[in-house]
C-alpha cells in the first residue's frame, strides 16, 4: 500500500465543465485520505461562460470560486497546507490564481495555504484563442521562484495517437491536437497533446491509461483506474 499524503485536496473543473462531473474523482480520493478532506469547487456551466456571455471573465469568475474553497477548506483544517487538483484548463486557472499577480484587475494571495498543485491533462502550451490570454500571462509572471512555493506536478496521459489518415478515432484525436498546439500527429489523452502539458520547473509526469473528457463509461483522470495512475503524486 502506497504511502499517501493526508493533505486536504481542493478539486478544480476544467473548462466548460461543473463541479457534479467529478463527483467520481472525489470518490477515488476518498479511497486513500478521508472523504471530508476533499472538496469540489463549486463550479457551472455558467460561470464558464457567463450570463451575458463573457468567457473572457470566466478566470476570474472561477478563481473566486476557488479562493472561497480553499478559505472554507482552509478553516475545517487551519494550518495543514492544501492541494490543488486541477483539470484540463482549470489547471492555469489555478496557476493564475497563485501567481500573486492582478489579472483583469483580481488579485488573491493564498500563501501558505496551498501546498502544492496537481494539473491533469492542463495544456500549458496552446494557441487557442480565450486558453493563450491565460497563457501569456502565467509566462509572463513565471519565475523559478513560484516553483519553490508552489511545487506543480503536470500529469498528462499518452494514450491516444494523433494520424490523419488513421482510424476514427486518431483522426478525431489529431483535429484536437492541431487545435491546441499545431502538431497533431503526436500521443495526448485524446483532447491535449501531452508536450502541450510539460512545464518548464514542474515536474512532468506521463500516465499510459487515461481519457481527457469526464466521460461516463470512460477510464479518465478522474475514475478510479485514472486517479490510482498519479495518486503517488498527491
Known amino acids: 500500500m502506497m504511502d499517501i499524503p493526508q493533505n486536504p485536496v481542493v478539486i478544480i473543473p476544467g473548462v466548460l465543465f461543473w463541479d457534479t462531473l467529478y463527483d467520481s474523482m472525489k470518490e477515488a480520493l476518498a479511497l486513500f485520505i478521508p472523504k471530508e478532506r476533499v472538496a469540489i469547487v463549486p463550479l457551472s456551466l455558467l460561470d464558464w461562460i457567463g450570463f451575458p456571455p463573457s468567457p473572457e471573465r470566466s478566470t476570474n469568475r472561477v478563481m473566486k470560486k476557488i479562493d472561497r474553497a480553499v478559505h472554507e477548506m482552509g478553516k475545517k483544517f487551519p494550518g495543514e497546507p492544501i492541494t490543488l487538483v486541477a483539470h484540463s484548463g482549470g489547471g492555469t486557472v489555478a496557476m493564475i490564481y497563485l501567481l500573486g499577480q492582478p489579472f483583469q484587475g483580481d488579485l488573491y494571495h493564498p500563501g501558505r495555504r496551498i501546498g502544492k498543485l496537481i494539473t491533469l491533462g492542463t495544456p500549458f502550451h496552446t494557441h ?17 521562484n513560484f516553483f519553490r512555493h508552489y511545487p506543480v506536478v503536470s500529469v498528462v496521459s499518452d494514450k491516444y495517437y494523433g494520424n490523419p489518415h488513421g482510424s476514427s478515432i486518431e483522426k478525431v484525436c489529431f483535429k484536437f491536437y492541431e487545435n491546441v498546439h499545431d502538431d497533431g500527429n503526436v500521443a495526448g489523452d485524446g483532447v491535449v497533446p501531452a508536450k502541450s502539458c510539460f512545464l518548464e520547473g514542474a515536474e512532468n509526469v506521463t500516465i499510459p491509461d487515461a481519457g481527457h473528457l469526464p466521460t461516463p463509461h470512460t477510464r479518465w483522470y478522474g475514475t478510479k483506474e485514472g486517479v490510482e495512475q498519479w495518486i503517488q503524486w498527491l
Do not use: T
Open 128 to 144: 487557442e484563442y480565450y486558453a493563450k490570454r491565460k497563457r501569456d500571462f502565467i509566462f509572463s509572471h513565471l519565475g523559478a
